[in-house]
């Protein structure tokens, strides 16, 4: 799966990790918002690596989590949904505004490619593959943005609210719209 590789979200591997997942998530999300260490004991439990400073607002939901590093001092703020079934890897004084959703994984475009006629009983009845999604560090991602798979964007970036982030983004820029182009370089 994070190697791009078709893989099966039914696995049952998958499916444990994802359980486990929620039932962190659900951890998170109760904890009191006056009690950051319970909450990021939850945060800890639940990804890769979670830099210091680390502030995730409820609701939240990512896949896996296992597949998930963010850097020091990153904001991401209600409402953000992370599909991690491949890495997601977010810079350090990195802000993410409320919708934000990152989402690795992809299906073929042809039918006849996705679909699995004969899958059998408990796997899934079509075919997935996933990229990773980098953010580099001191981005703003807008509200409401939604981050394809297979791609980075590069340190300092502003990404305007609700665009759609269909390929690589360079450093130092605004990028807005559908799709998501550079706009202009920032100083």
Known sequence: MVRGEYYDPRDVELLGLAHRARELLARHAA???????????AL????RHVGVGVWIEPPFFCEYGVNVRIGDATFVNTGC????????RIGSRALLGPGVQLLTPSHPVRAGERVIRDAGDGRAPYRTTAAPITI???????AGTIVMPGVSIGNGVTIGAGSLVTRDIPAGVLAYGHPCTVREPLD
């Open 31 to 41: 904890a009191p918002f006056t009690d950051g260490a319970g909450r990021r004991a």
């Open 44 to 47: 800890e439990a639940l990804l």
């Open 81 to 88: 949904v992370f599909l991690d079934s491949a890495e997601i």
């Open 136 to 142: 580099g560090d001191e981005c703003w991602i807008g």
